[in-house]
Every structure is written in structure tokens, then in C-alpha cells.
T-cell receptor, first 116, second 110 residues
């Protein structure tokens, strides 16, 4: 399977714990995006990378959230001191470099986080 | 006001019906307009996208954009039970982030 992969698929954690999610993009895609989706809503943008550079962060991304893409390949999203309001589906997407004539973002299956 | 508005549904239609799904948006700078399909507890799957105004057809699906009225449509012909899913419109802001509507839940019954 050469699509976007995310791990773990499900995570249940207790309030106050730290969690980390991983995303592996499609191999030739240099752009990687994180979105968050709550029940009954569309995904909301969190942040994106071009190669290893983090180019934009949403105001939704509080200080407890940090994302990295150290070698321009996979990315991690960490949430520190989780709160019940962090319960959501965390989605990763990737796309080709800008200028290659397409702006399609392909999504992974998501990581569903439940904070108890 | 949200940048993208979409009726959440649910929209329930019989198999074989023509389905019309719609969004409105407020930012006139949007140039690319994506449609995603999302099955329950799965990631969104890109169906098709259009650039600027006009129509684009792909099999049973037709996407339409009217930039003068800031209106986006997706038509599904000969709808099938397997089309039952949530459909998300998503204009692309500049060349980076997608701005999603809430999604319309579609149910196609046999």
C-alpha cells in the first residue's frame, strides 16, 4: 500500500497524559498536513510542512501541541497534558510539491484519540 | 460566519436517484475546489476537484463551481447504496490548507 499511513489507528489515554501520533506520507510528496476532525464536523487545519520546514500553524494548535518532521519524511504530532476536549480524529494528508500542477491532498485513515 | 457552509443533512434518496450536494463559500480568493467522500470512521477520500468556475465530469460524478455566486455543487447520477457516505466540500486556500464544510451525510437506500 503506497498511500498515507498513520499510527496508531486508535489511542485511549487518561487526561493529563502525553500522546504521540505518527504519519508516513506518500513517498514522493514533500508537503504534509495535519488536520483535526470532531464528530459531525469537517476536518480543521492544524499545521503543515514543506519538507522539514513547518510553514504554518493554526491558532487551534495550542502550546500543548507540537509537530515535527525532522528529515522531511514522516511526521509526528505530540499532545502534552491531554484534555477531554482533545478527543477527536487526527488526520494526516500529503501532496506533491507546489508547481507540479496539482494541489490534491491525500489523506490517511486517521488516528482516533479518546481522552478519558 | 464560516468560510464554507454546507447543509449537514442527512439526505436520504432511493437507489438510481440524481443527488445534488451543495456548498457556499465567502472567500473570493479560493481557486481550487475539492470534493471528498468520507465513510464512517475512515479518512476522507478525494473524489475530484475543479479549478475556478465551470464543470468537471468523472463517471457518475459532476462537480460545478459558480464563482460569481460562490456556490459549489456535486451531482451524483444513478446513485448506489455504496455512495452512502459523508461528502465534504473543501476549497483550497492559496496553495496550502483546505477549508472544509461540515459535510453532508448521504444515504442511498435500495
Amino acid at each position: 500500500d503506497t498511500g498515507v499511513s498513520q499510527n496508531p489507528r486508535h489511542k485511549i489515554t487518561k487526561r493529563g497524559q502525553n500522546v504521540t501520533f505518527r504519519c508516513d506520507p506518500i513517498s514522493e510528496h514533500n508537503r504534509l498536513y495535519w488536520y483535526r476532525q470532531t464528530l459531525g464536523q469537517g476536518p480543521e487545519f492544524l499545521t503543515y510542512f514543506q519538507n522539514e520546514a513547518q510553514l504554518e500553524k493554526s491558532r487551534l494548535l495550542s502550546d500543548r501541541f507540537s509537530a515535527e518532521r525532522p528529515k522531511g519524511s514522516f511526521s509526528t504530532l505530540e499532545i502534552q497534558r491531554t484534555e477531554q476536549g482533545d478527543s477527536a480524529m487526527y488526520l494526516c494528508a500529503s501532496s506533491l510539491p507546489v508547481g507540479q500542477g496539482t494541489y490534491e491532498q491525500y489523506f490517511g485513515p486517521g488516528t482516533r484519540l479518546t481522552v478519558t | 460566519q464560516k468560510e464554507v457552509e454546507q447543509d449537514p443533512g442527512p439526505l436520504s434518496v432511493p437507489e438510481g436517484a440524481i443527488v445534488s450536494l451543495n456548498c457556499t463559500y465567502s472567500n473570493s480568493a479560493f481557486q481550487y475546489f475539492m470534493w471528498y467522500r468520507q465513510y464512517s470512521r475512515k479518512g476522507p477520500e478525494l473524489l475530484m476537484y475543479t479549478y475556478s468556475s465551470g464543470n468537471k465530469e468523472d463517471g457518475r460524478f459532476t462537480a460545478q463551481v459558480d464563482k460569481s455566486s460562490k456556490y459549489i455543487s456535486l451531482f451524483i447520477r444513478d446513485s448506489q447504496p455504496s455512495d452512502s457516505a459523508t461528502y465534504l466540500c473543501a476549497p483550497l486556500r492559496s496553495t496550502d490548507k483546505l477549508i472544509f464544510g461540515t459535510g453532508t451525510r448521504l444515504q442511498v437506500f435500495p
